[in-house]
């Protein structure tokens, strides 16, 4: 069941209207069975993984706050990480070692000894895995108390809203907020139904708009080049935004609704002014565990200069292997972890040079814009040889920038009529000015100042614009299902 589809509208009515016409009490059973029931309707046999993921991290826990000796803490949370990241090998990374393995032995010319075979990825198992080890850590750490009860831990790592894409929540801000009492309340439910709204419309109105593009010369680089790759690297990088955040709004509006405020993942990142700044906003959910739990644990900055690029570089790695098993995301996160080391040397040398004040801010975010789209190439394209293929093709016609015919035959050649490139292009200006607005007051907290009846207006033409100009006929799956 996706958030894009009618199932997941009718299953979220039924859920809110059950939840509020439920006793307190037992508000928090609703969501957990919900919950199950949500991730079922895409294979049910998996919620079985999830379930035992969650008594491990369960059990464990309580282990380890029991434990009298800093030795045996320590030894049950190198089992209980053990236990969470080896299930994520078995399942994300298995396949991607072997076919490693198998292209090495044909490259040698050796046999090699294990057959080809696949295992079934369970969706959302990425998010999850970290969400049940950050709390075991966090035990470990003596942050706070272990959670009692099973179920109840149960539903702090299921909660169906954010179970599949995020954001990754901590124990000692979400699970408080189940059992907290809470009335109905009109206009918190109006707020959750706006970031909904803001969600759809980036998801189905850009990004799967934009993926028609993206998926047609991505998945058939022979038959373009040059200004082609450019428009779909530049689609790229906003649909992967669009479609991500986009599934952010749904999911902290759909929690709203429920009086449940899950974190803000996303501050308008391509306004960022350098690559420090972008990770500041983009996924901060995943950056900020990285950023806690692998980068200051391998000493941060507060080592040698060499080391501090090491504890960097090796963050930034393994966020790509986090993202994909395969080449092109590990590549991926090679490039931004170069990018911030070279960053911060160049911020030194700015400073040194007493040349850090004159910064011109717009030329700042064009250029990290810029960088940014270069590295979603490696993420995006289907292999490493596709990547570079498109990079060395990139600028090979930009003579032709001028020529109205040939750009109009690029565009015509993208799988969607004229029309609907329009469409798209305004809908990405809306998009842009909407974020520009937004650095004043997010445009949700604007309208509210509105009266009911201007507010239900903007809203019912913002549901029309979705409905009507919606791309709904590809599937619309969210890219960061596969993670």
Not at 86 to 100: D, E, P, Q, T, W
Not at 127 to 151: C, E, H, M, V
Not at 318 to 333: E, R, V
């Amino acid at each position: 069941m996706v958030f894009n589809s009618f199932n997941y509208i009718l299953f979220f009515i039924a859920v809110l209207i059950l939840y509020y016409i439920s006793p307190h009490k037992v508000r928090w059973i609703i969501l957990l069975i919900s919950s199950c029931i949500f991730y079922m309707f895409w294979r049910a046999e998996l919620i079985v993984l999830i379930l035992f993921t969650s008594f491990i991290n369960f059990f464990i826990s309580k282990k380890i706050f029991h434990s009298k000796t800093e030795k045996g803490k320590k030894r049950l949370l190198i089992l209980s990480l053990i236990i969470n990241f080896g299930f994520l090998f078995i399942f994300k990374y298995m396949v991607f070692v072997n076919h490693s393995f198998m292209a090495l032995y044909e490259f040698l010319g050796w046999k090699y000894p294990i057959k080809d075979f696949d295992i079934i990825l369970p969706m959302g198992i990425s998010f999850y895995t970290f969400q049940a080890a950050s709390y075991t850590i966090d035990i470990y750490k003596g942050n706070f108390r272990p959670i009692k009860s099973y179920l109840k831990f149960t539903l702090y790592i299921t909660f169906f809203p954010q179970l599949v894409a995020g954001p990754i929540e901590r124990a000692d801000r979400l699970f408080i907020q189940f059992f907290e009492r809470k009335k109905f309340d009109v206009n918190r439910l109006i707020d959750g139904i706006e970031l909904m709204l803001i969600g759809y419309f980036k998801k189905v109105v850009i990004a799967d708009r934009a993926a028609v593009v993206v998926d047609c010369v991505y998945n058939n680089i022979n038959d373009f080049t040059g200004l082609a790759y450019i428009f779909a690297a530049f689609l790229f990088t906003i649909q992967i935004y669009c479609d991500f955040s986009g599934y952010t709004d749904i999911a902290r509006g759909s929690a709203k609704c429920f009086g449940i405020n899950l974190m803000v993942n996303f501050n308008r990142p391509y306004f960022a002014l350098n690559i420090k700044d972008f990770w500041k906003r983009w996924h901060i959910s995943l950056s900020s565990w990285f950023r806690d739990y692998v980068y200051i644990p391998l000493g941060g900055g507060r080592v040698s200069e060499p080391r501090k690029y090491f504890n960097l570089f090796v963050t930034f790695v393994l966020s790509g292997l986090w993202h994909g098993a395969n080449w092109t995301f590990i590549l991926w996160g090679v490039i931004h972890g170069l990018y911030r080391i070279i960053g911060d040397i160049k911020d030194k040398i700015l400073s040194f040079l007493k040349l850090d004040k004159f910064k011109f801010k717009p030329f700042q975010i064009v250029i990290c814009f810029i960088l940014v789209s270069f590295a979603w190439i490696f993420f995006r394209a289907n292999t490493i040889g596709d990547a570079f293929l498109i990079i060395s093709n990139l600028f090979n016609d930009i003579n032709k920038i001028n020529d109205i015919q040939y750009i109009y035959e690029i565009l015509n050649s993208f799988n969607l009529q004229l029309f609907e490139i329009i469409i798209l292009c305004l809908s990405i200006l809306f998009l842009f000015i909407n974020e520009l607005i937004e650095f004043k007051a997010p445009i949700y907290e604007s309208l509210k100042k509105l009266p009911y009846i201007l507010r239900f207006v903007c809203y019912y033409i913002l549901a029309v614009i979705i409905l009507a100009l919606g791309v709904f006929s590809n599937g619309g799956e969210f890219i960061y299902f596969q993670f």
